[in-house]
């Protein structure tokens, strides 16, 4: 059964926070009329937490995955359950930041945290689907060998 190594799952991790964040600290300013200083640190923050849940999510994902169907391959219902999982363990670890950063309630965070949610539940769909076919998992021989690119483990 072939996985990502733990580099592919770090670049993987940290592309995805650096995409993000880019597009999210100029947009989530604009979009909630707040200072760019103080969505730069929800973002990055959030891109840290992120980036730890991001790798500890995919790498327990996955193995549920191959526990349940024998393989990591996600087929498109897979998928969009994959990122609605990730964006709800991620709603869970950042209300609770982001109102007290913020001097807002749970609930204002958790209403800002909607539109955020759905901003990047749609990032993450077109992000996983373009990292994978740039960085396909790597297929193993029948030898054990793996081939195709991958980055050592």
Request: charged letters at 10%.
């Given at each position: 059964?072939?996985?990502?190594?733990?580099?592919?799952?770090?670049?993987?991790?940290?592309?995805?926070?650096?995409?993000?964040?880019?597009i999210f600290?100029?947009?989530?300013?604009?979009?909630?009329?707040?200072?760019?200083?103080?969505m730069?640190?929800?973002?990055?923050?959030?891109?840290?937490?992120?980036?730890?849940?991001?790798?500890?999510?995919?790498?327990?994902?996955?193995?549920?995955?191959?526990?349940?169907t024998?393989?990591?391959?996600?087929?498109?219902?897979?998928?969009?359950?994959?990122?609605?999982?990730f964006?709800?363990?991620?709603?869970?670890?950042?209300?609770?930041f982001?109102?007290?950063?913020?001097?807002?309630?749970?609930?204002?965070a958790?209403?800002?945290?909607?539109?955020?949610?759905?901003?990047?539940?749609?990032?993450?769909?077109?992000?996983?689907?373009?990292?994978?076919?740039?960085?396909?998992?790597?297929?193993?021989?029948?030898d054990?060998?793996t081939?195709?690119r991958?980055l050592?483990a």
């Amino acid at each position: 059964m072939s996985m990502r190594s733990f580099s592919d799952r770090v670049r993987h991790a940290v592309l995805f926070e650096l995409i993000g964040i880019a597009i999210f600290t100029p947009a989530a300013a604009w979009l909630f009329n707040q200072p760019v200083a103080h969505m730069g640190v929800i973002g990055v923050v959030s891109a840290t937490v992120a980036t730890i849940w991001n790798l500890l999510f995919n790498l327990g994902f996955d193995h549920a995955l191959i526990r349940v169907t024998g393989r990591v391959a996600k087929t498109m219902p897979i998928r969009v359950a994959h990122a609605m999982l990730f964006e709800a363990g991620l709603v869970v670890l950042l209300i609770p930041f982001v109102a007290w950063y913020l001097g807002i309630s749970l609930w204002a965070a958790l209403m800002m945290d909607i539109s955020i949610v759905a901003f990047y539940l749609v990032y993450a769909f077109v992000f996983n689907i373009a990292y994978d076919r740039v960085f396909p998992v790597p297929q193993r021989k029948a030898d054990g060998r793996t081939a195709g690119r991958a980055l050592p483990a």
